[in-house]
């Protein structure tokens, strides 16, 4: 947020100086939150009191990755129940946004069949019900497909669909990112976000490591303009 204020304050501004944007570690304006790879790692935070006091969402993101304990990839349906259950026990806002490529970690209780692509065998593995029946929010981490805005439509619709049968009350993002494998555009972003308008309640956006800021500038600028 701040890469991209440094760029154009007010497009920053008017996308996230609001309560109804989530900003992780903090933003001026925004609703405070913070992110967590572990739920056992969440748990013990929040027991020992060391989560800020100004934050109020609480988010898991369980991934194939080194910050996300093996058990907890192995068994992603447990580790995201055990999170929402002890994040609703603080008090917190709870936002779950497991990763697609669990369904590709070695040992796991489900994998996908051979030849079957991650984004397919997410959907219809139980993920985004078991987040949706633990959290207030959920993201897809869609944005390996927003260079196709039919196939990204579809998955986020199809997980949409699926999170709001088990709770009708969660609220719905997508993901779009800089950087997810490959380099993206403003027009990209712009097609991506456009597909999705009528199913998502907002998105998660990223910088991928802190790259291209300009380019997610750019994005807002046009989708700002957009919906107005």
């Known amino acids: 947020m701040d890469a991209i204020a440094a760029i154009d304050r007010e497009v920053a501004v008017a996308s996230f100086g609001s309560e109804d944007a989530i900003a992780l570690g903090g933003w001026l304006g925004a609703t405070?939150?913070?992110?967590?790879a572990s739920a056992a790692a969440f748990e013990d935070d929040a027991t020992s009191g060391r989560i800020p006091a100004d934050v109020h969402?609480?988010?898991y993101d369980p991934e194939r990755w080194r910050h996300t304990p093996i058990e907890e990839q192995r068994t992603p349906l447990e580790a995201i129940a055990r999170f929402g259950r002890a994040a609703a026990d603080h008090g917190y806002v709870?936002?779950?946004?497991?990763?697609?490529?669990?369904?590709?970690?070695?040992?796991?209780t489900f994998l996908r069949d051979a030849g079957e692509t991650e984004e397919s065998a997410y959907?219809?593995?139980?993920?985004?019900?078991?987040?949706?029946?633990?959290?207030?929010?959920?993201?897809?981490?869609?944005?390996?497909?927003?260079?196709?805005?039919?196939a990204y439509r579809r998955l986020v619709s199809a997980t949409a669909a699926r999170a709001r049968a088990v709770n009708p009350g969660v609220r719905v993002l997508s993901g779009l990112g800089?950087?997810?494998?490959?380099?993206?555009?403003?027009?990209?972003?712009?097609?991506?976000?456009?597909s999705v308008r009528d199913v998502v309640d907002g998105h998660y956006l990223s910088l991928s490591k802190?790259?291209?800021p300009e380019v997610m500038t750019a994005f807002l600028a046009m989708a700002l303009d957009r919906a107005t």
């Open 57 to 59: 969402v609480a988010m």
């Open 178 to 194: 800089t950087s997810p494998g490959f380099p993206a555009t403003p027009e990209m972003l712009t097609e991506a976000w456009a």
């Open 94 to 108: 709870r936002m779950i946004t497991p990763h697609p490529g669990l369904v590709s970690v070695e040992g796991a």
């Open 32 to 36: 405070t939150g913070r992110s967590w």
């Open 123 to 150: 959907e219809r593995s139980g993920i985004t019900e078991a987040a949706a029946s633990a959290a207030d929010i959920v993201e897809t981490q869609s944005q390996r497909l927003q260079n196709d805005p039919g």
């Open 210 to 212: 802190g790259r291209y």
